[in-house]
């Protein structure tokens, strides 16, 4: 730093470097022979389709301030890396470049599909893994593991046969989340909710023995009525007690379905009459099951109407071909088509406009549909009750605890898992169907299938394509069987399906560490030690690790679980494309530096609570960079100088108060900043160092002992003033490197050092020795010089300006002997000539209090007083305005009456606030006019 000049900080000449040493060092790898004590926490793996954002700014900085300080403090500490292979978000990036050459996976077939995926993943699935290596990620990268890879992919198939071998997973047809784009199911986060301004549109349904009356049901979305099986009212409902039983006939259809009464029917929303779509929606569906319903469903896979709705109440086939129109039409298309039939035959009451949410797929934005299909599922009750067990027993505990009762009250809810996707990329499902007598239930071909909807097959169709039926009977194997162990058919075709990415990502912390195999890893780093993640995945994820560790390993997955909150912009919105509001962490990066951001982003993680970010937080700290590394200049620009003692034998009896008392606080800092990392108060660890290093460091110490810098001065004084600037500026480095590691590296690099890097030098301990009760004292100094400063600033006197003469009351005992100790310091801190203590302060003194003193700094012959009247009665001007523009404005009814509560709310605190103002600087006046006077 010294012989680079003086020059500003740069972290685009750093960060690449010592990323590179570190990693060339092997500074990032854990041995697991190593007798130090393990610590690992395996990486949430982020989507090789991925690009760092800030949510994964966040979770990465924090944990690799918790590797970085556990390394530090001796442990073998291991942070395994991967990568996700995405499932839905990977295929459909190459579905996007096969159809720009204007193909279509079917038309490729599954093979060439599959290679050309493995082709992406290899050429660019490897992007976010670099941008977290410029965070600074310290991941061991030796060990990167992907959830695709041979071992990972061997632990899926190990557990899923196991599964169904224990009876804990089955095929069945049930509802669930469906894309009619990708045409899969999707699983509950993968769905993304959004308010849309729609309608409600009221429909009469007929009595069938009386069709010219009828009940009026409310609905959202009229292409359902093809699928209703009843129309359901509360129990209780007295408006409808006497149409229990009672016969109607559905709408454009013809079909004659019952009056039922269920609980679950609001009473409030609608007319109270609900119709039920028992293969169209959830809770319909649950509906059907307690009445017996029969369940149609109306919709193909790709959200086309789907002829089987044209049955009657006894299942036989309906004619009515003005209902047929609709047939292989898209559902929004028919939502058209069927409002007009009913206002055509008088049945349309009434549209309102109704703002409801609706589910799309995360990835294409295709509104979802609720489809009944043949899906795998795990039995996840039985695998629930150990995972209650372990969170409650406290073997794994969950920071912060609110998000216990959370964790609670699903798993004690929780139903049933849909592992199966209807894509290629993933891990293809290790079960087998025999054509041999299994045949009845399999079907070679269909509508959604790769088929037309009229049957046919697609041109350019490369490979057979089967509909498997709920009724089949699967053959699971962990590797494919030679023949029928039912019939001695070789005839097998596999499961198309592949399993749900977050059924990989479940085994993630002991398929990552070599199981099924009893590896040496496994064996000393599971289970890890805390997984830090945010909470939407808390359910999704955590819980399902916690299952599956428990039941395949015979331990929980983790110790700990830190949840952090959402990064959201500077209003609390999230983040978003379509709001133009998105911070990019790479622009960040590069606009201020990794160490910036990272530490604004530690600095803002208060436990349970969102962060609001603005850029301008970015910068701040970046502020902060240079503050430390403009500290780090002074000391070495000293240090440099010849014959400078970098090591000193310290006598405590002989240091200063101020050396006593920089000492005191560096322990108290050590210990506060290591008990904030074990308690997950990231914020509180920033914190401590932020103040410690700027408001006390800097602005104190340095400050101090630079009147004792001075070769000519006593030498013995000198040489503890470097010794101990230089080290406590190293100490507070090994404490800030977690945090923000390349300018820490950088400094401490360029100081007297011991040891190859920062990142592997010791975590610093605190030492009681050097606590001592005369911080007090030092506070109260500190206190005083403060008083004084603000007077200055109150006054506009400049900071170059000396002052003649401080006046000092005390107000408590032993306070002028304090000063008398500190009264150098005093004088070169305020920069004033002489104090004199207990004396009676002259008058037209500006006056302010401490604990400790009344501090007076007289005015005469200081300010000007001539330009301070008139300063004076200008600032007095200003606030008169704005209390005249305020008052009008608050005296408007217009105003009162259209304004936002909280803009009148700010109006009246901006007079209140310059009501105040012109209240203090009346106060001045009056007191510099008398002094004119005098």
């Known amino acids: 730093m010294a012989e680079a000049g003086y020059r500003a900080y740069d972290p685009l000449l750093v960060e690449e ?86 193909l279509s996976r079917q038309e490729v077939g599954r093979e060439e599909f599959l290679r050309r995926v493995w082709q992406w993943k290899e050429e660019s699935g490897g992007t976010i893994i670099k941008q977290l290596k410029k ?125 039922i009464a269920d609980p679950y029917v609001s009473r409030e929303f609608g007319t109270g009459a609900l119709k039920v779509t028992p293969g169209h929606d959830p809770n319909d569906f649950e509906i059907g099951g307690r009445h017996g319903l029969p369940v149609i469903n109306a919709f193909s896979s790709e959200g086309k109407i789907n002829p089987a709705f044209l049955v009657d109440e006894k299942g036989n086939q309906l004619i009515n071909q003005r209902a047929a129109r609709y047939v292989a039409r898209d559902r929004y298309e028919v939502r058209r088509m069927i409002v007009e039939d009913i206002a055509q035959d008088g049945l349309l009451v009434k549209v309102e406009p109704y703002r409801h949410s609706i589910g799309h797929c995360y990835r294409c934005k295709t509104h979802i549909e609720p489809y009944l299909t043949p899906q795998w599922f795990v039995r996840v009750k039985p695998l629930a009750e150990s995972a209650i067990r372990a969170v409650g027993e406290g073997r794994v505990r969950i920071v912060p605890a609110q998000w216990e009762k959370n964790y609670f009250e699903w798993m004690v809810n929780i139903r049933d898992w849909c592992i199966s996707r209807q894509i290629w990329w993933g891990h293809q499902i290790p079960a087998w169907y025999c054509l041999g007598c299994d045949k009845e239930h399999i079907i070679e071909g269909g509508i959604g299938a790769g088929f037309t909807a009229e049957g046919g097959a697609m041109p350019g169709l490369t490979e057979r394509i089967f509909i498997i039926l709920p009724e089949v009977r699967p053959i699971v194997r962990r590797e494919k069987p030679p023949r029928c162990d039912r019939c001695g058919s070789e005839e097998l075709i596999q499961d198309p399906d592949v399993l749900d990415t977050w059924f990989s990502s479940a085994l993630w912390p002991f398929s990552t560490l070599g199981w099924p195999e009893r590896t040496k890893e496994l064996q000393v780093f599971y289970p890890t030690s805390v997984l830090v993640t945010g909470f939407d995945i808390l359910f999704f994820w955590v819980a399902r690790m916690i299952m599956m560790g428990l039941s395949f390993v015979g331990d929980v997955p983790f110790r700990e679980v830190h949840i952090h909150a959402l990064v959201r912009d500077a209003e609390g919105q999230k983040m978003s494309k379509s709001r133009g509001n998105i911070i990019d962490p790479l622009v960040m990066i590069d606009r201020y530096g990794a160490d910036s951001l990272r530490f604004t982003l530690a600095a803002l993680a208060v436990q349970g609570r969102d962060i609001r970010l603005a850029e301008e937080r970015i910068e701040g700290y970046r502020h902060f960079s240079n503050k430390l590394w403009n500290a780090a200049r002074f000391v070495l620009l000293h240090l440099s100088i010849p014959h400078t003692p970098t090591h000193c034998s310290l006598d405590h009896s002989k240091l200063q108060l101020a050396d006593r008392w920089i000492l005191s606080r560096l322990q108290d800092v050590i210990a506060e900043v290591t008990e904030a990392l074990e308690s997950y108060r990231f914020n509180d660890a920033a914190s401590a160092l932020y103040q410690f290093l700027w408001h006390e460091y800097c602005d104190w110490y340095l400050e101090i002992v630079k009147t004792r810098l001075s070769e000519e001065g006593d030498q013995g004084e000198r040489a503890t003033g470097l010794y101990l600037m230089h080290h406590i500026l190293e100490v507070i480095l090994r404490m800030l490197h977690p945090f923000m590691p390349f300018i820490t590296e950088e400094i401490w690099q360029r100081l007297p050092h011991q040891g190859e890097s920062i990142m592997v030098a010791p975590w ?136 936002p509560e909280e803009v009148i709310a700010k109006e009246r605190a901006a007079r209140r606030e310059a009501l105040e103002d012109k209240a203090r600087l009346q106060q001045k006046l009056q007191m510099v006019e008398a002094c004119l006077k005098g």
């Open 135 to 259: 965070l600074g990620a310290s991941c061991d990268w030796v060990r990167e593991r992907f959830t695709m890879d041979p071992g990972l992919s061997r632990a899926v198939i190990e557990v899923f046969v196991r599964l169904f071998e224990d009876g804990l997973l089955y095929r069945a047809e049930r509802l669930v989340n469906w894309c009619p784009r990708c045409e899969t199911a999707l699983s509950d986060i993968e769905v993304a909710h959004e308010e849309i301004d729609g309608h409600l549109w009221h429909v009469r349904y007929p009595f069938a023995d009386e069709p010219s009356k009828g009940l009026v049901v409310a609905t959202t979305r009229p292409e359902t009525i093809l699928g209703d099986t009843a129309v359901a009212v509360h129990p209780e409902d007295d408006r409808y007690r006497g149409l229990l039983g009672r016969t109607l006939l559905l709408p454009v259809v013809g079909r004659k379905i019952p009056v």
């Open 764 to 899: 610093p301990q605190p030492d009681p020795s050097y606590r001592t009760p005369e911080v007090a004292d030092f506070q109260k100094l500190m206190e005083g010089v403060r008083a004084v400063r603000n007077l200055r600033s109150e006054y506009q006197i400049p900071v170059s300006q000396r002052l003649p003469h401080i006046y000092i009351e005390p107000r408590t005992p032993g306070g002028a002997s304090i000063l008398e100790k500190f009264e150098g310091n005093f004088l070169h801190l305020t920069k004033a000539s002489e104090l004199k203590v207990g004396q009676e302060a002259p008058p037209f003194s500006a006056t302010a209090a401490t604990p400790a003193w009344v501090v007076h700094v007289p005015l005469k012959g200081v300010l000007d007083l001539e330009k301070e009247r008139e300063r004076l009665k200008r600032e007095i001007g200003k606030r008169d305005r704005v209390i005249d523009r305020v008052n009008r404005k608050l005296s408007s009814e217009d105003f009162l009456r259209k304004a």
């Open 17 to 102: 470097k010592w990323y590179s040493f570190w990693e060339a060092k092997g500074f990032f790898h854990a041995d697991p022979d190593s007798p130090k004590p393990p610590y690992c926490i395996v990486i949430p793996p982020p989507n090789i389709t991925g690009s760092l954002h800030m949510g994964h700014a966040l979770n990465n900085t924090l944990q690799d301030i918790l590797i970085r300080w556990r390394r530090m403090q001796g442990y073998n500490a291991l942070w395994m890396p991967g990568t996700d292979h995405a499932g839905i978000a990977t295929q459909n990036v190459v579905e996007r470049q096969l159809h720009q050459e204007g």
